[in-house]
C-alpha cells in the first residue's frame, strides 16, 4: 500500500529557510492531492497546504508569502518550503495523502521534527 | 477561519464502555467533517470521514453522527488499543481545521 516519508534536517536557524520533501512509494503519485500538515508542541493540528499531481496548489493563509510548495511527479514525491522561521515554527511536520470531495487525509508520513533554534 | 471545539478535552473510562466525543463548529460545516485517531509518537490515523462513513479497515464499534455544526464520535465496547486522542477536523472550506483534541484514558 501506499507508504509516504518526510526527510529534511531536523533543525533551523531562525530567519533561515524550512525545506523537507516527502516521497511517496507503494502507489502513484498522480490522481491524488497531497498535503502538508504540522502538530505543535502543544499537539494542535494545523494544515499547512495541499498539492495536486497536476500542480494546483491551496494553502493555509497564515503562512502568507513564507511557503513554497512544489511536486515532482517523476521522482514520487512533493515538498515543502517555508521562509523566515521562527520558533513558532517548531513542530512536527507530516505529509499526507489527501482525498478529494471530503478532504480528508487518509494515508500519512511518519512525521518529521524540526526545531527552530539558534 | 471555523473554529472546532472539541468536549471534553479528556476523558478516563474502562474497557468495554461506551464513550462518545463531541466536535462543535463555528458554522454549518454540513457533513464535512472527518475523525482521527492518534497515538503517542505516531501519526494521526483516518477513522471515519464525512461525518458518518467508516474508513476501510476501522473496526465497526467506532462510528460517527452528526450534521450541520454538531457531531459525535462514538466507541461502543471499548479496547485496550482505543486508548489515544482523537481529533476532529472540518472541510466545508478551503481552509481545513482541527479540534483540540480529546484525550481517552484508561480508568
Known amino acids: 500500500q501506499v507508504q509516504l516519508q518526510e526527510s529534511g534536517p531536523g533543525l533551523v536557524k531562525p530567519s533561515e529557510t524550512l525545506s523537507l520533501s516527502c516521497a511517496v512509494s507503494?502507489?502513484?503519485?498522480?490522481?491524488?492531492?497531497w498535503s502538508w500538515i504540522r502538530q505543535t508542541p502543544g499537539k494542535r493540528l494545523e494544515w499547512i497546504a495541499y498539492?495536486?499531481?497536476?500542480?494546483?496548489?491551496n494553502s493555509n493563509p497564515s503562512l502568507g508569502s513564507r511557503l513554497t510548495i512544489s511536486i515532482d511527479t517523476s521522482r514520487a514525491q512533493f515538498s515543502l518550503r517555508l521562509r523566515s522561521v521562527t520558533t513558532a515554527d517548531t513542530a512536527v511536520y507530516y505529509c499526507?495523502?489527501?482525498?478529494?470531495?471530503?478532504?480528508?487525509?487518509?494515508?500519512w508520513g511518519r512525521g518529521a521534527l524540526v526545531t527552530v533554534s539558534s | 477561519d471555523i473554529q472546532m471545539t472539541q468536549s471534553p478535552s479528556s476523558l478516563s473510562a474502562s474497557v468495554g464502555d461506551r464513550v462518545s466525543i463531541t466536535c462543535r463548529a463555528s458554522?454549518?460545516?454540513?457533513?464535512?467533517l472527518n475523525w482521527y485517531q492518534q497515538k503517542p509518537g505516531k501519526a494521526p490515523k483516518l477513522l471515519i470521514y464525512?461525518?458518518?462513513t467508516l474508513q476501510s479497515g476501522v473496526p465497526s464499534r467506532f462510528s460517527g453522527s452528526g450534521s450541520g455544526t454538531d457531531f459525535t464520535l462514538t466507541i461502543s465496547g471499548l479496547q485496550p488499543e482505543d486508548f489515544a486522542t482523537y481529533y476532529c477536523?472540518?472541510?466545508?472550506?478551503?481552509?481545513?481545521?482541527f479540534g483540540q483534541g480529546t484525550k481517552l484514558e484508561i480508568k
Open positions: 507503494g502507489g502513484s503519485i498522480s490522481g491524488y492531492y
Open positions: 499526507a495523502r489527501t482525498t478529494r470531495l471530503y478532504w480528508y487525509f487518509d494515508v
Open positions: 477536523q472540518q472541510s466545508d472550506t478551503n481552509l481545513y481545521t
Open positions: 498539492i495536486s499531481y497536476n500542480g494546483n496548489t
Open positions: 458554522q454549518n460545516i454540513n457533513n464535512y
Open positions: 464525512a461525518a458518518s
